[in-house]
């Protein structure tokens, strides 16, 4: 709901209370602002002197920021007024700054934020090995990571990360296709114990080699994505069964050389795999062919 118009002329009805009359801290700030989208704040701002400082005041003390929330294409500037003040953000998600976002934009960001617990660079191409050293440099408490889509991160800027995040426990390398076995096995053996869920998906140089570290270095590991791995086989998901007891799921899909009997020992347990057993399969084969769903006459 709007605030009531002041009269032309600036005069205030009489017993009328005007927004900016409340208590900022008391009242605006966690009970108004904090339910404004991001979109609204930048139009709220435009309003005059006194709602720009408003915002600037709640932008100051952000502890998730997501620019998704402005809008699909937020402009450079945009991000960079919404994002001045903070120096208490834990959650920063820049997935849709992914064409334009640069080490200029987001190092400044990041040295400001020393509490970043979750950072979502998805996308991001335009960045560097330089962002990703001032993340791990500036930002020791970092739980959550997804780079995926970075093709500019390689084995040095993961030995970086794999230094200096010692709380690391969710790391997205989804299509990071620079990666090789030897920086996965630099990351199982540096910070394999606080692991939880990774994704190495749509790499083809990462094989059994990288996934068995992970399997002895990684016993807490609950979630591992290795689509499109072709280099994966059933020796490395042998290893997973035999030294993660902690693994509820496991995507495989596209690793022609995972075959059923690795799996198999895994599905007992219960663990979430994406390719179904070979029986199912071919009966699903069969139904979409002949029509008809089929079944077992258990009549004697």
């Known amino acids: 709901m709007e605030p009531p118009m ?25 009970h108004v602002l904090s339910r404004v ?20 005041l709640h932008l100051a003390g952000l502890r998730r920021f997501d620019a998704a929330q402005v809008g699909p294409q937020i402009p450079r500037a945009a991000l960079a007024w919404l994002l001045r003040d903070a120096e208490g953000l834990q959650e920063l998600a820049l997935a849709s700054c992914h064409e334009w976002l640069s080490d200029e934009d987001l190092v400044p960001v990041l040295t400001r934020n020393p509490q970043l617990r979750s950072v979502a660079l998805a996308g991001c191409g335009q960045l560097s090995r330089r962002a990703l050293g001032a993340l791990a440099e500036g930002c020791p408490r970092l739980q959550r990571l997804s780079l995926a889509h970075c093709d500019w991160v390689d084995g040095l800027a993961l030995r970086g990360l794999a230094d200096r995040c010692p709380a690391l426990e969710e790391l997205d390398l989804t299509a990071c296709r620079q990666l090789k076995d030897e920086a996965i096995v630099y990351l199982a053996q540096r910070r394999g114990a606080g692991l939880r869920s990774l994704s190495l998906a749509v790499n083809a140089n990462v094989g059994d080699a990288a996934v068995q570290e992970l399997a002895r270095n990684c016993p807490e590991l609950e979630h591992l994505d290795l689509t499109g791995c072709l280099r994966v086989g059933s020796d490395g998901v042998r290893t997973l069964a035999e030294y993660c007891p902690a693994l ?35 009966l699903v084969l069969l139904q979409d062919m002949a029509g008809f769903a089929p079944f077992v006459n258990l009549q004697v």
């Open 248 to 282: 509820r799921s496991l995507r495989v899909r596209h690793c022609h050389h995972v075959a059923e009997p690795s799996l198999s020992r895994l599905r007992k347990r219960g663990v979430d795999i994406d390719v179904e057993p070979p029986l199912h399969q071919a």
């Open 37 to 56: 989208p991001l979109r609204q704040l930048l139009r709220l701002q435009r309003v005059s002197r006194a709602f720009r400082a408003l915002v600037q």
């Open 6 to 30: 002041e009269p032309s002329g600036g005069e205030q009805e009489p017993g009328a209370v005007r927004l900016l009359d409340l208590p900022w801290e008391d009242v605006l700030l966690p």
